[in-house]
């Protein structure tokens, strides 16, 4: 089958790509190499994936011919965003309402008058916003707190739309904190694997103890092709690593992996950053057979021995 | 990994979704109609405006 996959050469793209490969797909990779960090992370995670099967462009959603894209596709895989919440406030928010919504917007509809059997858009639990009802549910409020959060909420609801309107067959996927090898460079745990790995201060906002429902990439991915072959749409899961963790507990376990203490740089809660995060993951176990294999200390191993082939 | 046909059927020039064919040397693919080539690195056609080569 030939599957789309947008952001391909991102983070949870890449990952994607490569599963779909190896499971004997053909993918058709869009990337538009995203000035968000240094270029040459994402051509490193694209060398990963290069494999017979890929096709590649590097592109704007925007601007190509999408339904030309989509012939012949069977299920499109889109994670192409605009990332931040911090760097979404502002003069910047025109980035987020191309690449996350009108980019989105162009994607679903080129959808309608194609054979796809599946959309999955990746979402983001940055939907919810600063609530004190957790965990977070699919049906429970959302009042993002940050434009970034607004964004991915937007394009969340035009895939509803699109399935209730034209029949699209949408799912998205809310995904909570993702991490592992190829994380984005500005990310919490790559900044404090990398200043922790040269012995630098590794700068906390807020006091430490605000918590997230971390989730490895590979339990995002399987979540994916779960969606793809899940028989309903439009509808909405969390896709979370299935318990909550402090970021002091993260640091605690990051020098128990490195063998060396961390130096801490305490700096001020950030405007748009969420105090917690916990996913209800009783919809995705459910109806997707959604189970996070990957436990938090494994997972930050991994993605510190991989922070160590990268170097500097 | 050499890019596919069927890849390069797909693709329009980003700006007037016009066709482009590739050039002799299989290293861009060019828009006739608004004289720009789009470049191919790596085996990556480069399909954004602002990375085009005018063409004189």
């Known amino acids: ?312 | 990994m050499p890019i596919s046909q069927e890849l390069l059927e797909i693709l329009v020039c980003p700006k007037c979704k016009g066709d482009i064919h590739l050039t002799p040397a299989g290293d861009g693919l060019v828009c006739e109609a608004c004289r720009l080539m789009y470049p191919i690195r790596d085996d990556i056609p480069i399909m954004l405006i602002d990375e085009a080569i005018k063409l004189g």
């Open chain 1, 1 to 312: 089958m030939i599957c789309v996959v947008t952001g391909a050469a991102g983070f949870i793209g890449s990952h994607l790509a490569e599963k779909l490969l190896d499971a004997g797909h053909t993918v058709r990779g869009v990337d538009k190499f995203l000035g968000n960090y240094p270029r040459r992370f994402k051509e490193w995670n694209l060398a990963q994936v290069h494999r017979p099967g890929l096709e590649f462009i590097e592109a704007d959603l925007v601007d190509i011919d999408l339904p030309a894209l989509l012939d012949g596709v069977t299920y499109v895989f889109h994670q192409a965003a605009q990332p931040g919440v911090r760097s979404s406030w502002g003069e910047e928010f025109g980035e987020y309402t191309h690449n996350n919504i009108l980019a989105t917007q162009r994607l679903l509809e080129a959808s309608k008058k194609s054979k796809i059997k599946k959309f999955v858009y990746a979402s983001s639990s940055s939907v919810y916003g600063d609530t004190q009802d957790l965990p977070m549910r699919e049906n429970g409020m959302t009042r993002p707190v940050s434009p970034y959060g607004v964004s991915k909420l937007s394009a969340e609801q035009l895939c509803y739309l699109y399935w209730k309107e034209f029949g699209v067959p949408t799912v998205s996927l809310r995904y909570f904190t993702v991490y592992g090898p190829r994380q984005r460079p500005d990310m919490f745990f790559h900044i404090f694997m990398r200043a922790h790995r040269r012995g630098q201060a590794i700068p906390i906002y807020d006091d430490g103890k605000q918590s997230r429902d971390f989730t490895f990439c590979a339990d995002i991915v399987d979540g994916n092709v779960a969606a793809a072959e899940y028989p309903g749409a439009g509808e909405v899961f969390n896709l979370g690593g299935g318990s909550r963790t402090t970021v002091e507990e993260v640091v605690r376990m990051v020098e128990q992996i490195s063998g060396k203490k961390a130096k801490l740089n305490m700096l001020a809660r950030q405007q748009g950053d969420v105090r917690h995060t916990a996913a209800a993951l009783d919809e995705a176990r459910s109806k997707l057979g959604f189970n996070p294999r990957v436990k938090l200390y494994d997972g930050l191993a991994q993605e510190w021995e991989w922070m160590q082939k990268i170097g500097d």
